[in-house]
């Protein structure tokens, strides 16, 4: 597995609750932001996917929580594939405050779903690998 890709992410009082901490729905969009932030800075676009008959799909996602965040607190949310072959892969995710503290660790199933078939690809690490111009983002 690579070192983790890192992007951050200012929390919005409008993300936030009534305890004023943000809200548990909006930790999955830090983590596909995280996602589509990697895909983009390794040169594949949502446009190339498509062209490719492509497109990567959620299987499963299991959020921890460690730390609540609150409005204006500034994390890091970092995004690492693990590539054990088959179908699938795992996408292994942290949000950080930046003084270090752990928010929260989410780890994701996904694959790549072939769009005229409707089923998962055979091998998605081969397809990321064709289209990317820094495979090694992925760890590869």
């Given at each position: 597995m690579s070192e983790p890709y890192s992007v951050r992410v200012t929390v919005r009082g409008y993300e936030t609750d009534v305890q004023g901490h943000l809200?548990?729905?909006?930790y999955i969009n830090y983590a596909e932001h995280a996602r589509w932030s990697l895909l983009q800075a390794a040169g594949i676009t949502q446009a190339q996917l498509v062209g490719r008959g492509v497109g990567p799909v959620a299987l499963e996602t299991t959020i921890r929580y460690k730390r609540e965040l609150l409005a204006g607190d500034e994390v890091d949310v970092t995004c690492a594939f693990?590539?054990?072959?088959?179908?699938?892969?795992?996408?292994?995710?942290?949000?950080?405050?930046?003084?270090?503290?752990?928010?929260?660790?989410?780890?994701?199933?996904?694959?790549?779903?072939?769009?005229?078939?409707r089923k998962l690809?055979?091998?998605?690490?081969?397809?990321?690998?064709?289209?990317?111009?820094?495979?090694?983002?992925?760890?590869f």
């Open positions: 809200n548990q729905a909006v693990d590539w054990s072959g088959g179908k699938t892969f795992r996408v292994l995710q942290s949000i950080v405050k930046t003084d270090g503290t752990q928010a929260a660790e989410i780890e994701a199933v996904g694959g790549l779903l072939d769009l005229r078939a690809v055979t091998d998605p690490s081969e397809i990321f690998r064709e289209l990317a111009k820094e495979p090694e983002l992925f760890g």
